[in-house]
Each structure stands twice: as C-alpha cells, then as structure tokens.
C-alpha cells in the first residue's frame, strides 16, 4: 500500500514548455486534489476531483489543466510553463465522506523550477 | 470568506520546552479546524482536528490543541517537544461541511529546535 504517489519528483523547465504531473493512489479514494506551495502562502488548490470523469476549479486554476480518467489517477498539466508557476506541487486524496470524517492524504510533492 | 492566519513565521523553542503555536480563524459557523505538520522534503500530515464536542483535542505525537470560539483561535500545544519535531505546521479550516467543502490552510509556522 504506497498511499499517494507523485510523479516526478523534481523538474525543471523552460518558459513555454509543457508537461504532465502524475498523482496515483492506491487507497480507492473518491476525491483528489492538487495544491501548489509557495513561501509564506501555505498550500492553495489548484483543482480538484469528486470522482472518474469530473473535474472543478479551486483557488488558483489559471494556466493548468486536470484529468482524471481514471479513479485511482489524478493528472496535473501545464500547457505553456510560466516562471510564476515555479512551485512545490502536492497531491491529496480522501475517500468519499464528509469533511469530517475523513482525512486527506497527501503526497511527498513534486518540485518545479521554470526557467 | 473563510480564512486562517497564523501570525507566528518561525518559532524557535529549546528542546524539551513547552510549544504553543497560534491559528486563528475566520468563519460564519461552527469551524471544521485542523491542525498539519510538515516535515523537511515531505507532504502533510493530520496531526489532530476539531469538529465539535470537548474543545481539546488530542492528536498525534504528543501534541493537542484547543478550540476558544470566543478568540476564534485554535492553538497547537505540546508540552515538552523534541528535536524530531522540527517542522512545519500548517493550520487549516474547512470551507464547508460537506464531502465536497474545500480546506483552507493557513501560511504556516516554521519550528526550529534549539539542542
């Protein structure tokens, strides 16, 4: 049981490039978040996931892109990398119940530079 | 809006001391509040949370924090910390209380610990 996993661990990119961050999780959980974490700004969420197939905006969703094809897959896109978009990338899951009752798990981030 | 701040950027404590590390809160109702911590390179992980009942709550590691609704804070306490507990942490508020409500997290608190 890995729990959440995130793929890679480290990037760096040129402005205008693009590329996929890949979140797995093997706990057959509902809901799947991505977060980026900047200095001083604590986590802020990009887009998250109530279930295969569905997608919705959170705080900060300009310039990314989500899909989740899969249950157990949550990918994370940048069309055309920006250097504001330098960030440390969490993913979270948390099974189907209230925020209550429930717990998010998160992942051990991915850190992107852009250049 | 729901909002957290936490005003305290880094903390240094001796080890072995007593910790307390301040939250407050901004919400219409009856929060949903957590409590976070992030260790070096790592992602989150729930140390404790609140939703209602016995306003001290008991979490992981040794530590607890307690709920005064009258000064909107949610404070993180342990009473003598260890050098292990060298982190971040992260206070947070759910925006709801549904499945579907968000969590909100604060700016975060660095905690160093003095040998």
């Known amino acids: 049981n890995a729990g959440v996993t995130q793929t890679p661990k480290f990037r760096v990119l040129k402005t205008g490039q693009s590329m996929t961050l890949l979140c797995a999780q093997d706990?057959?959980?509902?809901?799947m978040y991505w977060y980026r974490q900047d200095p001083g700004m604590g986590l802020r969420l990009i887009h998250y996931s109530v279930g295969e197939g569905t997608t919705a905006k959170g705080e900060v969703p300009d310039g990314y892109n989500v899909s989740r094809l899969k249950k157990q897959n949550f990918l994370l896109g940048l069309e055309s990398a920006a250097p504001s978009q330098t960030s440390v990338y969490f993913c979270a899951s948390k099974s189907q119940g209230g925020v209550s009752t429930d717990t998010q798990y998160f992942g051990p981030g991915t850190r992107l530079t852009v250049l | 809006a729901q909002s957290v701040t936490q005003p305290d950027i880094h903390i240094t404590v001796s080890e072995g001391a007593s910790l307390e590390l301040r939250c407050n809160y901004s919400y219409g109702a009856t929060p949903y509040l957590f409590w976070y911590v992030q260790s070096p390179g790592q992602g989150l992980q729930l140390l404790l949370k609140?939703?209602?009942?016995?306003?001290l709550v008991q979490g992981i590691k040794g530590f607890e924090a307690e709920f005064k609704r009258s000064q909107s804070s949610f404070n993180l306490r342990k009473p003598s910390v260890h050098w292990s507990d060298a982190a971040e942490y992260f206070c947070?508020?759910?925006?709801?209380?549904?499945?579907?409500?968000?969590?909100?997290f604060g700016s975060g608190t660095r905690l160093s610990i003095r040998p």
């Open positions: 947070a508020v759910a925006t709801g209380y549904s499945s579907a409500s968000k969590i909100i």
């Open positions: 609140y939703f209602s009942g016995d306003t």
């Open positions: 706990m057959n959980h509902e809901y």
